[in-house]
Protein backbone atom coordinates (compact mmCIF):
# COMPACT_ATOMS: atom_id res chain seq x y z
CA UNK A 1 0.00 0.00 0.00
CA UNK A 2 2.61 2.54 0.75
CA UNK A 3 5.02 1.42 -1.78
CA UNK A 4 2.12 1.60 -4.22
CA UNK A 5 0.98 5.15 -3.50
CA UNK A 6 4.89 6.55 -3.13
CA UNK A 7 5.41 4.62 -6.65
CA UNK A 8 1.96 6.55 -8.25
CA UNK A 9 2.90 9.68 -6.16
CA UNK A 10 6.12 9.54 -7.93
CA UNK A 11 5.01 8.71 -11.29
CA UNK A 12 2.57 11.73 -11.12
CA UNK A 13 5.43 13.97 -10.35
CA UNK A 14 7.75 12.73 -12.94
CA UNK A 15 5.05 13.56 -15.82
CA UNK A 16 3.98 16.70 -14.07
CA UNK A 17 7.07 18.34 -13.20
CA UNK A 18 10.04 16.45 -15.16
CA UNK A 19 12.65 15.20 -13.51
CA UNK A 20 14.36 18.44 -11.97
CA UNK A 21 10.53 19.23 -10.18
CA UNK A 22 10.50 15.84 -8.73
CA UNK A 23 13.74 15.91 -7.36
CA UNK A 24 13.61 19.11 -5.65
CA UNK A 25 10.31 17.70 -4.26
CA UNK A 26 12.70 14.74 -2.53
CA UNK A 27 13.18 16.19 0.67
CA UNK A 28 9.09 16.58 1.04
CA UNK A 29 8.92 13.16 -0.13
CA UNK A 30 11.49 11.38 2.44
CA UNK A 31 9.88 13.54 5.21
CA UNK A 32 6.08 11.86 4.11
CA UNK A 33 7.50 8.44 3.62
CA UNK A 34 9.58 8.53 7.28
CA UNK A 35 6.19 10.05 8.72
CA UNK A 36 4.64 7.40 7.55
CA UNK A 37 6.72 4.46 8.64
CA UNK A 38 6.60 5.47 11.85
CA UNK A 39 3.03 5.84 11.87
CA UNK A 40 1.71 2.67 9.89
CA UNK A 41 -0.06 1.16 13.37
CA UNK A 42 -1.77 4.58 13.41
CA UNK A 43 -2.77 4.04 9.90
CA UNK A 44 -4.14 0.60 10.43
CA UNK A 45 -6.36 1.85 13.51
CA UNK A 46 -7.48 4.68 11.35
CA UNK A 47 -8.40 2.09 8.27
CA UNK A 48 -10.41 -0.12 10.51
CA UNK A 49 -12.25 3.12 11.91
CA UNK A 50 -12.97 4.18 8.90
CA UNK A 51 -14.22 1.23 7.94
CA UNK A 52 -16.77 0.19 10.93
CA UNK A 53 -17.77 3.51 10.23
CA UNK A 54 -18.31 3.41 6.56
CA UNK A 55 -19.16 6.44 5.87
CA UNK A 56 -18.99 6.54 2.23
CA UNK A 57 -20.88 2.50 2.02
CA UNK A 58 -23.74 3.98 3.52
CA UNK A 59 -23.86 7.15 1.18
CA UNK A 60 -22.55 6.06 -2.26
CA UNK A 61 -20.41 8.85 -1.71
CA UNK A 62 -16.49 9.41 -2.18
CA UNK A 63 -14.58 11.05 0.39
CA UNK A 64 -12.40 8.12 2.27
CA UNK A 65 -8.99 8.28 0.84
CA UNK A 66 -6.21 10.11 2.53
CA UNK A 67 -4.28 12.15 -0.18
CA UNK A 68 -1.23 13.98 0.68
CA UNK A 69 -0.41 17.36 0.06
CA UNK A 70 2.64 16.25 -2.31
CA UNK A 71 -0.39 14.16 -4.38
CA UNK A 72 -2.59 17.44 -5.22
CA UNK A 73 -0.11 19.57 -6.92
CA UNK A 74 -0.76 22.68 -4.86
CA UNK A 75 0.01 26.18 -5.71
CA UNK A 76 0.44 29.35 -4.36
CA UNK A 77 2.11 31.13 -1.11
CA UNK A 78 -0.22 28.61 1.04
CA UNK A 79 0.75 25.43 -0.63
CA UNK A 80 3.37 24.38 1.81
CA UNK A 81 1.26 25.20 4.71
CA UNK A 82 -1.26 23.03 3.98
CA UNK A 83 -1.99 19.82 6.14
CA UNK A 84 -2.91 16.63 3.77
CA UNK A 85 -6.29 15.45 2.98
CA UNK A 86 -7.67 13.06 5.60
CA UNK A 87 -11.38 12.98 6.08
CA UNK A 88 -12.60 13.77 9.19
CA UNK A 89 -13.79 10.38 11.18
CA UNK A 90 -17.48 10.76 11.31
CA UNK A 91 -18.22 10.21 15.23
CA UNK A 92 -15.82 12.89 16.09
CA UNK A 93 -17.41 15.42 13.62
CA UNK A 94 -20.98 14.05 15.43
CA UNK A 95 -19.54 15.32 18.85
CA UNK A 96 -18.35 18.52 17.54
CA UNK A 97 -21.73 19.55 16.13
CA UNK A 98 -23.49 18.25 18.95
CA UNK A 99 -21.30 20.49 20.77
CA UNK A 100 -21.87 23.57 19.09
CA UNK A 101 -24.54 25.88 20.47
CA UNK A 102 -25.64 27.91 18.07
CA UNK A 103 -29.37 29.23 16.66
CA UNK A 104 -28.94 26.63 13.56
CA UNK A 105 -31.11 28.75 11.35
CA UNK A 106 -29.46 32.04 11.70
CA UNK A 107 -25.73 30.37 11.56
CA UNK A 108 -23.35 30.07 8.13
CA UNK A 109 -21.52 26.96 8.92
CA UNK A 110 -18.21 27.43 6.77
CA UNK A 111 -15.80 24.77 6.87
CA UNK A 112 -12.20 25.98 6.02
CA UNK A 113 -10.27 23.13 4.15
CA UNK A 114 -13.48 21.39 3.31
CA UNK A 115 -11.62 18.32 1.26
CA UNK A 116 -13.67 16.12 0.00
CA UNK A 117 -16.93 17.29 1.99
CA UNK A 118 -17.24 14.75 4.65
CA UNK A 119 -18.13 17.34 7.20
CA UNK A 120 -20.44 19.79 5.31
CA UNK A 121 -22.82 16.55 4.39
CA UNK A 122 -22.55 15.29 8.08
CA UNK A 123 -23.22 19.18 9.34
CA UNK A 124 -26.54 19.16 6.60
CA UNK A 125 -28.60 17.04 9.57
CA UNK A 126 -28.77 19.95 11.76
CA UNK A 127 -30.53 23.10 10.12
CA UNK A 128 -27.71 25.65 9.29
CA UNK A 129 -28.50 28.53 7.58
CA UNK A 130 -26.06 27.60 4.85
CA UNK A 131 -22.95 24.89 4.55
CA UNK A 132 -19.87 26.56 3.07
CA UNK A 133 -16.87 24.67 1.77
CA UNK A 134 -13.30 26.29 1.42
CA UNK A 135 -10.62 24.55 -0.57
CA UNK A 136 -7.28 25.07 -1.76
CA UNK A 137 -6.97 21.99 -4.13
CA UNK A 138 -9.09 21.91 -7.24
CA UNK A 139 -9.07 18.35 -7.14
CA UNK A 140 -10.47 17.99 -3.65
CA UNK A 141 -12.85 20.76 -4.39
CA UNK A 142 -14.17 18.73 -7.88
CA UNK A 143 -14.85 15.56 -5.60
CA UNK A 144 -16.98 17.19 -2.93
CA UNK A 145 -19.08 18.69 -5.73
CA UNK A 146 -19.71 15.52 -7.10
CA UNK A 147 -20.59 13.82 -3.76
CA UNK A 148 -22.80 17.02 -2.79
CA UNK A 149 -24.53 16.28 -6.01
CA UNK A 150 -25.04 12.43 -5.28
CA UNK A 151 -26.17 13.24 -1.57
CA UNK A 152 -28.98 15.57 -2.95
CA UNK A 153 -29.57 13.17 -5.92
CA UNK A 154 -30.83 10.71 -2.69
CA UNK A 155 -32.80 13.10 -1.61
CA UNK A 156 -31.05 15.08 1.34
CA UNK A 157 -30.92 18.72 2.14
CA UNK A 158 -28.95 21.12 2.65
CA UNK A 159 -28.13 24.47 1.82
CA UNK A 160 -24.26 23.45 -0.02
CA UNK A 161 -21.97 26.07 -1.52
CA UNK A 162 -18.37 24.86 -2.39
CA UNK A 163 -15.72 27.24 -3.20
CA UNK A 164 -12.28 26.66 -4.66
CA UNK A 165 -10.12 29.03 -3.17
CA UNK A 166 -7.13 29.57 -0.58
CA UNK A 167 -8.89 30.18 2.93
CA UNK A 168 -6.88 33.36 3.74
CA UNK A 169 -8.99 34.96 0.47
CA UNK A 170 -12.12 34.16 1.73
CA UNK A 171 -14.44 36.77 2.97
CA UNK A 172 -16.42 36.11 6.08
CA UNK A 173 -20.48 35.37 5.04
CA UNK A 174 -22.91 38.33 6.69
CA UNK A 175 -25.17 37.33 9.58
CA UNK A 176 -23.90 33.77 12.27
CA UNK A 177 -21.06 32.26 11.79
CA UNK A 178 -19.33 28.96 12.58
CA UNK A 179 -16.22 27.88 11.09
CA UNK A 180 -14.99 24.48 11.00
CA UNK A 181 -11.32 23.40 11.36
CA UNK A 182 -9.96 20.24 10.92
CA UNK A 183 -6.42 21.11 11.95
CA UNK A 184 -6.02 22.15 7.94
CA UNK A 185 -3.26 24.58 7.88
CA UNK A 186 -0.24 26.07 9.60
CA UNK A 187 0.07 28.69 12.08
CA UNK A 188 0.66 31.73 9.37
CA UNK A 189 -2.16 31.10 7.61
CA UNK A 190 -4.52 30.65 10.72
CA UNK A 191 -3.61 34.01 11.60
CA UNK A 192 -4.49 35.95 8.48
CA UNK A 193 -7.66 33.78 8.45
CA UNK A 194 -8.96 34.83 12.44
CA UNK A 195 -7.50 38.22 11.49
CA UNK A 196 -9.80 38.76 8.94
CA UNK A 197 -12.65 37.23 10.71
CA UNK A 198 -11.86 39.23 13.57
CA UNK A 199 -11.91 42.45 11.35
CA UNK A 200 -15.61 41.08 9.97
CA UNK A 201 -16.84 40.76 13.10
CA UNK A 202 -15.39 44.61 14.42
CA UNK A 203 -17.15 45.54 11.23
CA UNK A 204 -20.18 44.12 11.56
CA UNK A 205 -20.58 42.62 14.72
CA UNK A 206 -22.52 39.07 15.60
CA UNK A 207 -22.23 36.14 16.78
CA UNK A 208 -19.05 33.73 15.94
CA UNK A 209 -17.73 30.46 16.90
CA UNK A 210 -14.81 28.06 15.86
CA UNK A 211 -14.56 24.33 15.83
CA UNK A 212 -11.19 23.30 16.05
CA UNK A 213 -10.36 19.99 15.88
CA UNK A 214 -6.92 19.11 16.86
CA UNK A 215 -5.96 22.73 17.53
CA UNK A 216 -2.48 22.65 16.55
CA UNK A 217 -2.09 26.31 16.47
CA UNK A 218 -4.96 27.25 19.42
CA UNK A 219 -2.82 30.14 20.76
CA UNK A 220 -3.23 32.09 17.04
CA UNK A 221 -6.75 32.33 18.44
CA UNK A 222 -6.74 33.36 22.00
CA UNK A 223 -3.68 35.59 21.15
CA UNK A 224 -6.87 38.10 19.44
CA UNK A 225 -8.55 38.35 22.92
CA UNK A 226 -11.85 37.77 20.96
CA UNK A 227 -13.05 34.37 21.53
CA UNK A 228 -13.36 31.92 24.86
CA UNK A 229 -12.85 28.37 24.99
CA UNK A 230 -16.48 27.53 25.32
CA UNK A 231 -16.46 24.04 25.39
CA UNK A 232 -13.18 21.61 25.16
CA UNK A 233 -12.82 17.80 24.36
CA UNK A 234 -9.68 15.83 23.82
CA UNK A 235 -10.07 16.09 20.15
CA UNK A 236 -11.90 19.19 19.57
CA UNK A 237 -12.20 22.78 21.25
CA UNK A 238 -15.18 25.00 20.25
CA UNK A 239 -14.47 28.88 20.74
CA UNK A 240 -17.11 31.35 20.74
CA UNK A 241 -16.41 35.00 20.35
CA UNK A 242 -16.58 37.85 22.43
CA UNK A 243 -17.90 40.34 19.75
CA UNK A 244 -20.30 42.82 21.18
CA UNK A 245 -23.88 41.06 20.64
CA UNK A 246 -25.57 41.10 17.53
CA UNK A 247 -27.86 43.63 15.71
CA UNK A 248 -29.77 41.87 13.73
CA UNK A 249 -27.48 40.59 11.77
CA UNK A 250 -28.47 37.58 8.90
C1 LIG B 1 -7.55 17.46 7.31
S1 LIG B 1 -8.28 17.90 5.76
C2 LIG B 1 -9.91 18.42 6.23
C3 LIG B 1 -11.02 17.46 5.88
C4 LIG B 1 -12.42 17.97 5.84
N1 LIG B 1 -12.67 19.17 6.62
C5 LIG B 1 -13.46 16.91 6.11
O1 LIG B 1 -14.61 17.22 6.00
O2 LIG B 1 -13.21 15.76 6.38
C6 LIG B 1 -7.47 19.51 5.48
C7 LIG B 1 -7.89 20.17 4.17
O3 LIG B 1 -7.46 21.53 4.17
C8 LIG B 1 -7.13 21.90 2.84
N2 LIG B 1 -6.32 23.14 2.88
C9 LIG B 1 -5.03 23.25 3.26
N3 LIG B 1 -4.62 24.53 3.18
C10 LIG B 1 -5.68 25.26 2.74
C11 LIG B 1 -5.88 26.64 2.45
N4 LIG B 1 -4.89 27.55 2.61
N5 LIG B 1 -7.11 27.04 2.04
C12 LIG B 1 -8.12 26.14 1.88
N6 LIG B 1 -7.99 24.82 2.11
C13 LIG B 1 -6.78 24.37 2.55
C14 LIG B 1 -6.39 20.66 2.34
O4 LIG B 1 -6.29 20.61 0.93
C15 LIG B 1 -7.27 19.53 2.93
O5 LIG B 1 -8.28 19.16 2.05
Not at 159 to 179: H, I, K, N, Q
Not at 180 to 209: I, K, T
Amino acid sequence: MLIDRTLRALETSLHRDGLWGTARKAPRLARYLRARLRDRRWYAEWRAREAAEGFDRQYGTDTSAIVETFELGLTGPNADKAVRYEPAHVSDVERALAALEVDHPRTTLVDLGSGKGRTLLLASRYPFKRLVGVELAPALHAVAVENVRRWKAAGRDGEFSLECVDATRFEPPPGDLAYYLFNPFGAPVLERVVQRLVDSLAASPREASIVYVFPAHRAVIEATGRFRAQHEDPRFTIFHSLAPQRRGAG
